[in-house]
């Protein structure tokens, strides 16, 4: 058993973050064997793709997404090729098996994923994922583009708090 040095770690990754506790145990393989499905993916074409799904929101840990690869491969269910050091995983005929004999998991992964994430960018709703999204990348740049100023820094700290007081009041409702 070859350790990456992040599996099961604590402290690795991105945690139980939002997200996490949607894939209850087991959900990640069936969300990994969709992918491959598609196509043949490294691990990180993986995470990038669920990540790209989510609208940027939910990024899974290396520390999650390869343990589950090697205990699909172990399971015989991808096979992997090395290339230059990196692994590209593909789904095997067991893989399509598989998800073919969990159909009805595998759609309400997605069905669970597309009410807490939008079925990306033609879904509704998500032009405001959208826009939370460029409001976000405006406040870094706003961030940086007054680091060197401390009184402009301060008032945007100041408005940036108040928002996520205003936010966190809007979740506990």
Not at 75 to 94: F, H, N, R, W
Not at 110 to 123: T, Y
């Amino acid at each position: 058993m070859h350790h990456h040095g992040f599996m099961g770690e604590p402290g690795c990754g991105h945690g139980p973050g939002p997200g996490h506790h949607f894939f209850e145990r087991g959900g990640m393989k069936f969300v990994i064997l969709s992918a491959l499905k598609e196509k043949p993916r490294h691990g990180y074409d993986i995470i990038r793709d669920m990540e790209e799904r989510s609208g940027g929101f939910y990024s899974p840990s290396p520390g999650t997404v390869y343990p589950t690869l090697q205990a699909l491969e172990d399971q015989d269910l991808v096979t992997s090729t090395t290339e230059e050091g990196k692994k590209t995983y593909t789904i095997t005929e067991a893989g399509l098996a598989y998800l073919e004999e969990h159909k009805q998991r595998v759609a309400d992964h997605r069905e669970r994923w597309e009410a807490h994430w939008g079925r990306g960018p033609q879904a509704e709703g998500w032009s405001g994922v959208e826009a939370i999204r460029d409001s976000l990348a405006e406040m870094k740049r706003a961030v940086r583009n007054t680091a060197g100023d401390p009184a402009r820094l301060k008032e945007v700290g100041d408005v940036m708090e108040e928002a996520a007081g205003k936010i966190r009041d809007i979740l506990k409702r």
